[in-house]
């Protein structure tokens, strides 16, 4: 079955360490993205990537480090510069719709990281 | 900037009975996609509907539909024949095209739906 994986499903860490979340998928689609949920917002957006080796940042990037070394994977680091890290963070991917401008996104299940 | 607004937190409804909820947004953009995702007790993040902003017939999916008020900036949900398994958060999203083969979206701050039997 095509789809995004997210992993682990929750997630535990210390103040003060890096921690990396796993986003995959077999959907051969091309962009892929990262969101964070905090209570009572919506979802906001982190880094994005339309290709290989190329990602940038999106509206909250701040203490937070991606790459994309294969179309695949786009995995995010929460890094210990990240002032509030404990959130729900959530993999998106996308694929080109012809001339469309229009892409839509499909959601992996989601990480739930708890600092501690 | 574009900003999305759902203005009702909470809301309930019986099983079997209709629900409206809102959403009104804020863009410059004349063409643009607008959607709402349903996120239940899991937050696996399910699109429920979407709207292109040139058609003007309004989208449906079955019990779910919107009413599209291009002018107004209004983008509200309609579910009919209400289901306990639609209890969930709902949320508006407005598709910002960013270049090349993505988009962002933005989010607003979610209604929470209960259904009651």
């Known amino acids: 079955d095509g789809g995004i994986t997210q992993s682990p499903k929750y997630l535990f860490r210390k103040e003060g360490q890096n921690v990396t979340l796993s986003c995959e998928q077999n959907l051969n689609h091309d962009a892929m993205y990262w969101y964070r949920q905090d209570p009572g917002q919506g979802l906001r957006l982190i880094y994005y990537?339309?290709?290989?080796?190329?990602?940038q940042k999106g509206d909250i990037a701040e203490g937070y480090s991606v790459s994309r070394e294969k179309k695949e994977s786009f995995p995010l680091t929460v890094t210990s510069a990240q002032k509030n890290p404990t959130a729900f963070y959530l993999c998106?991917?996308?694929?080109?719709?012809?001339?469309?401008?229009?892409?839509?996104?499909?959601f992996g299940p989601g990480t739930r990281l708890t600092v501690l | 900037a574009q900003t999305v607004t759902q203005s009702q937190p909470e809301m309930s409804v019986q099983e079997a009975e209709t629900v409206t909820l809102s959403c009104t947004y804020d863009t410059s953009e004349n063409n643009y996609y607008l959607f709402w995702y349903k996120q239940p007790p899991s937050r696996q993040m399910i699109l429920v509907i979407r709207?292109?902003?040139?058609?003007?017939q309004n989208a449906t999916e079955n019990r779910f539909s919107v009413n599209f008020q291009k002018a107004a900036k209004s983008f509200s949900l309609k579910i009919s024949d209400s289901q306990l398994g639609d209890t969930a958060m709902y949320f508006c999203?407005?598709?910002?095209?960013?270049?090349?083969?993505?988009?962002?979206?933005?989010f607003g701050t979610g209604t929470l739906l209960a259904v009651q039997p």
């Open positions: 709207q292109e902003a040139y058609k003007q």
């Open positions: 999203a407005f598709m910002k095209y960013l270049g090349g083969a993505t988009n962002k979206l933005i």
């Open positions: 990537s339309q290709i290989v080796n190329d990602f």
């Open positions: 998106a991917s996308s694929i080109r719709s012809g001339a469309s401008s229009y892409n839509e996104q499909f």
